[in-house]
T-cell receptor, first 114, second 117 residues
Framework: DGGITQSPKYLFRKEGQNVTLSCEQN?????MYWYRQDPGQGLRLIYY???????QKGDIAEGYSVSREKKESFPLTVTSAQKNPTAFYLC?????????????FGNGTRLTVT | AQKVTQAQTEISVVEKEDVTLDCVYE???????LFWYKQPPSGELVFLIR??????QNEISGRYSWNFQKSTSSFNFTITASQVVDSAVYFC??????????????FGKGTLLTVNP
Protein backbone atom coordinates (compact mmCIF):
# COMPACT_ATOMS: atom_id res chain seq x y z
CA ASP A 1 0.00 0.00 0.00
CA GLY A 2 1.15 3.53 -0.74
CA GLY A 3 1.86 5.84 2.10
CA ILE A 4 4.28 7.92 4.10
CA THR A 5 6.76 6.34 6.49
CA GLN A 6 8.30 8.33 9.28
CA SER A 7 11.00 6.94 11.48
CA PRO A 8 11.64 6.57 14.27
CA LYS A 9 8.34 6.90 16.11
CA TYR A 10 10.07 8.12 19.27
CA LEU A 11 13.39 9.91 19.44
CA PHE A 12 15.36 11.11 22.43
CA ARG A 13 18.30 13.46 22.27
CA LYS A 14 20.45 15.53 24.53
CA GLU A 15 20.34 19.28 24.24
CA GLY A 16 22.94 20.61 21.81
CA GLN A 17 22.82 17.65 19.45
CA ASN A 18 21.50 17.75 15.93
CA VAL A 19 18.96 15.08 15.05
CA THR A 20 17.53 13.98 11.70
CA LEU A 21 13.99 12.74 11.22
CA SER A 22 13.29 10.50 8.28
CA CYS A 23 10.34 10.76 5.90
CA GLU A 24 9.79 8.52 2.89
CA GLN A 25 6.77 8.37 0.58
CA ASN A 26 5.82 5.96 -2.20
CA UNK A 27 2.78 7.89 -3.40
CA UNK A 28 4.70 9.51 -6.25
CA UNK A 29 3.73 12.91 -4.85
CA UNK A 30 5.67 15.96 -5.93
CA UNK A 31 5.26 18.07 -2.82
CA MET A 32 6.35 17.16 0.67
CA TYR A 33 5.95 19.04 3.96
CA TRP A 34 7.13 19.08 7.51
CA TYR A 35 4.81 20.22 10.27
CA ARG A 36 5.34 20.66 13.95
CA GLN A 37 2.54 19.96 16.40
CA ASP A 38 2.55 21.20 19.98
CA PRO A 39 -0.25 20.59 22.49
CA GLY A 40 -3.09 23.00 21.86
CA GLN A 41 -1.23 24.73 19.02
CA GLY A 42 -2.43 22.95 15.93
CA LEU A 43 -0.01 22.31 13.08
CA ARG A 44 2.65 24.77 12.02
CA LEU A 45 4.56 24.50 8.76
CA ILE A 46 8.35 24.19 9.01
CA TYR A 47 9.45 23.56 5.41
CA TYR A 48 8.00 22.29 2.18
CA UNK A 49 9.41 21.12 -1.13
CA UNK A 50 7.64 21.06 -4.48
CA UNK A 51 10.48 19.58 -6.50
CA UNK A 52 13.76 17.74 -6.02
CA UNK A 53 16.64 19.94 -4.88
CA UNK A 54 14.32 22.81 -4.03
CA UNK A 55 12.48 23.73 -0.85
CA GLN A 56 10.90 26.74 0.84
CA LYS A 57 10.69 27.92 4.41
CA GLY A 58 7.40 27.72 6.21
CA ASP A 59 6.24 29.73 9.19
CA ILE A 60 8.73 28.36 11.74
CA ALA A 61 11.85 27.34 9.79
CA GLU A 62 14.41 28.76 12.22
CA GLY A 63 16.54 26.04 13.75
CA TYR A 64 15.58 23.46 11.14
CA SER A 65 17.08 22.30 7.86
CA VAL A 66 15.89 19.96 5.11
CA SER A 67 17.07 18.34 1.91
CA ARG A 68 15.28 16.87 -1.07
CA GLU A 69 17.76 14.77 -3.02
CA LYS A 70 15.13 12.26 -4.11
CA LYS A 71 11.46 12.66 -4.86
CA GLU A 72 10.59 10.02 -2.28
CA SER A 73 12.60 11.40 0.62
CA PHE A 74 12.43 14.62 2.64
CA PRO A 75 14.51 14.38 5.84
CA LEU A 76 14.30 17.06 8.50
CA THR A 77 17.24 18.00 10.70
CA VAL A 78 16.51 19.64 14.01
CA THR A 79 19.61 21.61 14.85
CA SER A 80 20.94 22.76 18.18
CA ALA A 81 19.79 26.24 17.22
CA GLN A 82 16.15 25.26 17.64
CA LYS A 83 15.24 26.63 21.04
CA ASN A 84 12.29 24.36 21.84
CA PRO A 85 12.76 21.18 19.79
CA THR A 86 10.60 18.87 21.89
CA ALA A 87 7.45 18.31 19.83
CA PHE A 88 5.54 15.97 17.58
CA TYR A 89 6.73 16.19 13.97
CA LEU A 90 4.53 15.25 11.06
CA CYS A 91 5.59 14.72 7.48
CA UNK A 92 3.04 15.06 4.69
CA UNK A 93 2.81 14.97 0.92
CA UNK A 94 0.38 16.06 -1.73
CA UNK A 95 -0.08 15.63 -5.46
CA UNK A 96 1.51 18.50 -7.39
CA UNK A 97 1.21 20.80 -4.41
CA UNK A 98 -2.02 22.23 -5.65
CA UNK A 99 -3.96 24.24 -3.14
CA UNK A 100 -6.96 22.00 -3.43
CA UNK A 101 -5.05 18.77 -2.90
CA UNK A 102 -5.56 17.05 0.44
CA UNK A 103 -2.44 16.19 2.36
CA UNK A 104 -1.42 12.66 3.19
CA PHE A 105 0.33 12.36 6.53
CA GLY A 106 2.78 9.98 8.13
CA ASN A 107 2.38 8.66 11.67
CA GLY A 108 4.72 11.24 13.09
CA THR A 109 7.90 11.28 15.17
CA ARG A 110 7.79 12.38 18.77
CA LEU A 111 11.07 14.10 19.61
CA THR A 112 12.13 14.68 23.19
CA VAL A 113 15.20 16.77 23.93
CA THR A 114 16.52 16.94 27.48
CA ALA B 1 -4.12 36.94 6.44
CA GLN B 2 -5.94 33.70 6.91
CA LYS B 3 -7.22 32.36 10.17
CA VAL B 4 -9.09 29.26 11.29
CA THR B 5 -10.78 29.18 14.67
CA GLN B 6 -11.95 26.03 16.38
CA ALA B 7 -13.39 27.47 19.55
CA GLN B 8 -14.07 24.10 21.16
CA THR B 9 -10.83 22.83 22.63
CA GLU B 10 -12.35 19.64 24.03
CA ILE B 11 -15.73 17.95 23.76
CA SER B 12 -16.89 14.91 25.67
CA VAL B 13 -20.03 12.98 24.76
CA VAL B 14 -21.59 9.64 25.50
CA GLU B 15 -21.81 7.08 22.74
CA LYS B 16 -24.77 7.51 20.36
CA GLU B 17 -25.03 11.23 21.02
CA ASP B 18 -24.79 13.62 18.08
CA VAL B 19 -21.94 16.11 18.24
CA THR B 20 -21.05 19.18 16.17
CA LEU B 21 -17.53 20.51 15.83
CA ASP B 22 -17.37 24.19 14.95
CA CYS B 23 -15.00 25.82 12.48
CA VAL B 24 -14.93 29.51 11.62
CA TYR B 25 -12.51 30.85 9.05
CA GLU B 26 -11.26 34.24 7.90
CA UNK B 27 -9.92 35.11 4.49
CA UNK B 28 -10.20 37.92 1.96
CA UNK B 29 -9.78 35.53 -0.94
CA UNK B 30 -12.84 34.60 -2.91
CA UNK B 31 -11.37 31.28 -4.00
CA UNK B 32 -10.36 28.90 -1.27
CA UNK B 33 -10.71 25.34 -0.05
CA LEU B 34 -11.73 24.04 3.34
CA PHE B 35 -10.70 20.70 4.79
CA TRP B 36 -11.38 18.53 7.80
CA TYR B 37 -8.84 16.05 9.11
CA LYS B 38 -9.07 13.47 11.88
CA GLN B 39 -6.10 12.62 14.10
CA PRO B 40 -6.66 9.41 16.07
CA PRO B 41 -4.35 8.47 18.95
CA SER B 42 -1.98 6.81 16.47
CA GLY B 43 -0.97 10.31 15.38
CA GLU B 44 -1.56 10.21 11.64
CA LEU B 45 -3.91 12.85 10.26
CA VAL B 46 -6.58 11.40 8.02
CA PHE B 47 -8.28 13.49 5.36
CA LEU B 48 -12.07 13.56 5.73
CA ILE B 49 -13.48 16.14 3.34
CA ARG B 50 -12.65 19.02 1.02
CA UNK B 51 -15.01 21.80 0.03
CA UNK B 52 -14.35 24.70 -2.34
CA UNK B 53 -15.64 28.20 -1.78
CA UNK B 54 -18.09 28.03 -4.67
CA UNK B 55 -19.87 24.94 -3.49
CA UNK B 56 -22.11 25.57 -0.51
CA GLN B 57 -23.93 22.29 -0.71
CA ASN B 58 -23.92 20.37 2.50
CA GLU B 59 -22.46 16.92 2.37
CA ILE B 60 -23.28 13.71 4.14
CA SER B 61 -21.08 10.65 4.32
CA GLY B 62 -22.47 7.95 6.53
CA ARG B 63 -22.63 9.33 10.05
CA TYR B 64 -20.62 12.40 9.07
CA SER B 65 -22.10 15.59 7.68
CA TRP B 66 -20.71 19.01 6.93
CA ASN B 67 -22.49 22.36 6.88
CA PHE B 68 -20.73 25.07 4.88
CA GLN B 69 -22.15 28.59 5.24
CA LYS B 70 -20.27 31.42 3.55
CA SER B 71 -22.53 34.00 5.15
CA THR B 72 -21.14 33.13 8.56
CA SER B 73 -17.73 31.86 7.34
CA SER B 74 -18.34 28.55 8.99
CA PHE B 75 -17.69 24.94 8.03
CA ASN B 76 -19.11 22.83 10.82
CA PHE B 77 -18.79 19.09 11.15
CA THR B 78 -21.47 16.88 12.71
CA ILE B 79 -21.11 13.28 13.78
CA THR B 80 -24.42 11.51 14.20
CA ALA B 81 -24.76 8.65 16.68
CA SER B 82 -21.16 8.98 17.82
CA GLN B 83 -19.05 5.92 18.51
CA VAL B 84 -16.00 5.33 20.66
CA VAL B 85 -13.90 5.01 17.50
CA ASP B 86 -14.73 8.63 16.70
CA SER B 87 -12.55 9.73 19.61
CA ALA B 88 -9.78 11.82 18.08
CA VAL B 89 -8.54 15.33 17.50
CA TYR B 90 -10.28 16.97 14.56
CA PHE B 91 -8.67 19.75 12.57
CA CYS B 92 -10.27 22.23 10.24
CA UNK B 93 -7.99 23.81 7.61
CA UNK B 94 -8.19 26.59 5.02
CA UNK B 95 -6.20 26.73 1.78
CA UNK B 96 -5.81 29.83 -0.40
CA UNK B 97 -3.63 30.62 -3.39
CA UNK B 98 -0.65 32.70 -2.41
CA UNK B 99 1.84 34.08 -4.88
CA UNK B 100 1.37 32.32 -8.20
CA UNK B 101 1.63 28.56 -7.85
CA UNK B 102 2.21 28.66 -4.13
CA UNK B 103 -0.53 28.39 -1.61
CA UNK B 104 -1.05 28.88 2.09
CA UNK B 105 -2.63 26.18 4.21
CA UNK B 106 -3.75 27.23 7.67
CA PHE B 107 -4.87 24.79 10.33
CA GLY B 108 -7.08 25.45 13.30
CA LYS B 109 -5.83 24.36 16.71
CA GLY B 110 -8.02 21.29 16.73
CA THR B 111 -10.86 19.93 18.84
CA LEU B 112 -10.32 16.87 21.00
CA LEU B 113 -13.43 14.72 20.88
CA THR B 114 -13.85 12.00 23.47
CA VAL B 115 -16.71 9.57 23.05
CA ASN B 116 -17.39 7.60 26.20
CA PRO B 117 -19.08 4.19 26.16
Amino acid sequence: DGGITQSPKYLFRKEGQNVTLSCEQNLNHDTMYWYRQDPGQGLRLIYYSQIVNDFQKGDIAEGYSVSREKKESFPLTVTSAQKNPTAFYLCASSNRGRYNSPLHFGNGTRLTVT
Amino acid sequence: AQKVTQAQTEISVVEKEDVTLDCVYETRDTTYYLFWYKQPPSGELVFLIRRNSFDEQNEISGRYSWNFQKSTSSFNFTITASQVVDSAVYFCALSVVSGGSNYKLTFGKGTLLTVNP
